[in-house]
């Protein structure tokens, strides 16, 4: 199994990033895809959460307008475009596959105003 993030970097408050997660070794189609984020000093957090069947994507009330999580199947990778990227944005970022808990080594975003 791999899971490789990238996409992340130094961005100024207000632009914008997209972040890739390409996976092997394991079913992708069949996963419930999560985007988790730990900024410094603070707990891991749930950003969003793409279902595996026709069911609408979660997005944590902080990111909702600004960041959209997609997945394409046939390329085994699942994407975050985040938009209008603030401050309190600056994380690590991760994906993770459920079930299998499968996590990537994590993306650093940095957010400067």
């Known amino acids: 199994v791999q899971v490789v993030e990238s996409g992340g970097g130094l961005v100024q408050s207000g632009g914008s990033l997209r972040l890739s997660c390409a996976a092997s070794?394991?079913?992708?189609?069949?996963?419930?895809i999560r985007w988790n984020r730990q900024g410094p000093g603070k707990e891991r957090e749930l950003v969003a959460r793409i279902s595996n069947v026709d069911s609408p994507t979660y997005y944590v009330d902080s990111v909702k307008g600004r960041f959209t999580a997609f997945r394409d199947d046939g390329k085994n990778t699942v994407y975050l475009q985040m938009n209008n990227l603030k401050p309190e944005d600056t994380a690590v970022y991760y994906c993770?596959?459920?079930?299998?808990?499968?996590w990537g080594q994590g993306t650093q975003v940095t957010v400067f105003s």
């Open positions: 993770e596959f459920i079930p299998g808990g499968y």
């Open positions: 070794g394991f079913t992708f189609s069949s996963k419930v």
